[in-house]
């Protein structure tokens, strides 16, 4: 199961909106409302911003959401602040039972 | 409060074994799905496995790369995870975290650091 396909680098200015993409195929993202989407600071453990294509957890502020289309899932985050940069990681189940995650986006806010 | 603590990482030789354990708190262990996910040094997060919840029969599910060589299982008693890894290559060099779900990871360990090396 190869990796979903995100952008290495994705940037924006403070109160920018930015999307980031997240490609599989029809036997992941394409078939299955699993989609989550996590982000990592630096030496930090993963933190769930997303599940199910588009609910927030609890805590997660309402300047991230999420959709999906056909094979490609995106994470948008609107009004950037210096507290989003960080990297981003799409994830998927799969139609072998498994999880797949993204290749990694690296967001900066300049 | 939730909290999820892993131990068990070290340096091991290549063919090698290694046991992580995620132990739990603050929660009913039996009712969530739990994962293993790792991430190799400044790389990318990779899924390793599931062991499933009480309503699921504690079903497994594995990665292609570790399948027949990893094992997860569970003491609910003890409201703890854990991994066994056999036959370790160079490539299974990385940080190892235990994730509760569904979905997954609505918390996360601090992870722990498997080295293969010789």
């Known amino acids: 199961q190869s990796a979903l396909t995100q952008p290495a680098s994705v940037s924006g200015s403070p109160g920018q909106a930015i999307a980031i993409s997240c490609t599989g195929t029809s036997s992941d993202v394409g078939s299955y409302n699993y989609v989550a989407w996590y982000q990592q600071h630096p030496g930090k453990a993963p933190k769930l911003m997303i599940y199910?294509?588009?609910n927030r957890p609890s805590g997660v502020s309402n300047r991230f959401s999420g959709s999906k289309s056909g094979n490609t899932a995106s994470l948008t985050i609107s009004g950037l602040q210096a507290e989003d940069e960080a990297d981003y990681y799409c994830?998927?189940?799969?139609?072998?039972?498994?999880?797949?995650f993204g290749s990694g986006t690296k967001v900066t806010v300049l | 409060e939730v909290q999820l603590v892993e131990s068990g990482g070290g340096l091991v030789q290549p063919g090698g074994s290694l046991r992580l354990s995620c132990a739990t708190s603050g929660f009913t262990f039996s009712d969530h799905n739990m994962d293993w996910v790792r991430q190799t040094p400044g790389k990318g997060l990779e899924w390793v496995g599931r062991?499933?919840?009480?309503?699921?029969?504690?079903?497994?599910e594995y990665a292609a790369s570790v399948k027949g060589r990893f094992i997860i299982s569970r003491d609910n008693s003890k409201k703890s995870l854990y991994l066994q890894m056999n036959a370790l290559k160079i490539e299974d060099t990385a940080v190892y975290y235990c994730?509760?779900?569904?979905?997954?990871?609505?918390?996360w360990g601090q992870g722990s650091l498997v080295t293969v090396s010789s």
């Open positions: 062991s499933r919840s009480k309503t699921s029969s504690y079903t497994t």
């Open positions: 994730a509760r779900g569904p979905p997954l990871g609505d918390y």
């Open positions: 994830c998927s189940y799969t139609s072998s039972n498994t999880l797949v």
């Open positions: 199910d294509v588009n």
